[in-house]
């Protein structure tokens, strides 16, 4: 059975140019609209506590035009980011946009960018019950990981219902040599395959671009994608919904050739 390979625009970056200003321009739920228009199947917004570029404030409405237009929103975010200043925590905001995916992501407060997946020897134990809270609230979780075999068995064992494989090595690799691409794309294809071994679902995202995102489709049972930052930097000469369609077509190119039952 195949099924459509989702591609999820990540907003972070159009909330940058946003914040550069005191205005409401560009205007986040206009470009909601825009990618989904153009081939978007969701809508990614990663909120941190210093409120860089997605704010809170930004979270329930984007979950609202998710909903409002039939399609998922994933939020991205470190589960024990705790209430600071006008940001009220991750978890806060996660009870109440309840979004249809809840991405976890292992990063500092003072982080320019996530950077590596959980290390679940040391979090396991505490984010067992967030995930369970989390599932409660109606959202399937998915947790950043590196392709580390024995890391995703731990995945499944905290009740996780997806992966979502951190590509940053990948495109590092890519941007290198061919060769380095192979090696590094070889440990995430064994990654998913042991994933999906264990009945996880597998997304992916970090630096994909139009030039290395064509090979990392073809990795097993792969889901979803999550884009943000070089679509957005594609759209300076593409224009927005220019840069969505490139990248939604590459993904309409390939499908997943197993639909797991966690969804």
Known sequence: MSGTLALSVNLNKV???????????????????????????????????????????DILP??????????????EGNPFCEALGDYPGFLELVRGAKPAQCTLVPDANN???????????????KLEPIIAELKQLGCRVSLFMDPDLDQIGLAAGVGADRIELYTGPYALAFSQSSSAADAVFKQ????????????LGINAGHDLNLANLKQY???????????GHALTADALRMGFAGA?????????ETGIDAVLTNG
């Open 15 to 57: 909330a940058l140019l946003r914040n550069a200003r005191t205005d409401n321009n560009p205007d986040l739920l206009d470009f909601a609209d825009i990618a989904l228009d153009a081939g978007a199947a969701g809508l990614t917004a990663h909120p941190r506590p210093d409120q860089r570029h997605i704010r809170a404030s």
């Open 217 to 227: 489709c073809r990795l097993p049972k792969l889901a979803e994608v999550s884009i």
């Open 62 to 75: 984007l979950a609202t035009k998710a909903r409002e237009r039939g399609v998922e929103f994933n939020m």
């Open 188 to 199: 995430h294809c064994d990654a998913a395959e042991h994933a999906h071994s264990l009945g």
């Open 244 to 252: 969505v369609r490139a990248y939604a077509d590459i993904c309409a």
């Open 111 to 125: 982080q320019l960018t996530s950077d590596h997946g959980f290390n679940l020897n040391k979090d396991g134990g």
